[in-house]
């Protein structure tokens, strides 16, 4: 672990920063900063979404400016420089899933659920986002929940099912 920057990041637990290192060891030394989109990946995990200040500590930690690290995290729709709820869905509706149902997909979880894109419910449980391609196009319409578990073919049944083992 490297100790020496440890202490200039007090928002990562010593389990994330053992993350974060096996995530810079596949880098040359003098290239850390090249770990960053995992290691936001790691704090995002340990804290539910990406405050400023946890964006800054991974920077810090990587030797690189705190800026360099936000405009990583804000490009990319997988950060969530936002509270979100227990459960973030991400419908694709890039064109191909929208022409295979994606826009109808959304649609009904928007009504399911009481919530517009970028919304969560009053009950916190749910985060409904609208995402780029997924890279799954035959698969439409095609969701993602919590940046880890993709989903295939979510009609109303489907969507239904993800709904109801999410409470």
């Keep these: 672990m490297n100790t020496q920057n440890t202490m200039l990041s007090p928002e990562l637990s010593p389990e ?7 995530e810079v060891a596949k880098y040359p030394a003098d290239q850390k900063q090249s770990a960053v989109m995992a290691a936001l990946v790691i ?7 990406l405050p400023k200040e ?3 500590a991974v920077a810090t930690y990587l030797g690189m400016a705190p800026m360099a690290a ?4 804000s490009f990319y729709n997988m950060y969530d420089l936002h509270p979100v709820g227990k459960y973030k869905i991400t ?8 022409l295979s149902g994606g826009v109808h997909a959304a649609d009904y979880v928007k009504h399911k659920l009481g919530v517009d894109f970028n919304e969560t419910t009053a009950d916190g449980k749910f985060t409904l986002k609208e995402g780029e391609c997924m890279g799954a196009c035959g698969d439409a319409p095609v969701m993602l929940v919590n940046n880890k578990r ?17 409470k």
């Design 16 to 22: 994330s920063l053992k993350k974060i290192d096996r």
């Design 43 to 49: 704090a995002q995990d340990e804290k539910g979404w």
């Design 54 to 56: 946890t964006i800054a």
């Design 70 to 73: 936000y405009e990583v995290a």
């Design 91 to 98: 419908v694709c509706t890039n064109l191909p899933c929208a």
């Design 150 to 166: 993709m989903c295939s073919f979510m009609l109303p049944e489907q969507i239904d099912a993800l709904l109801a083992e999410c």
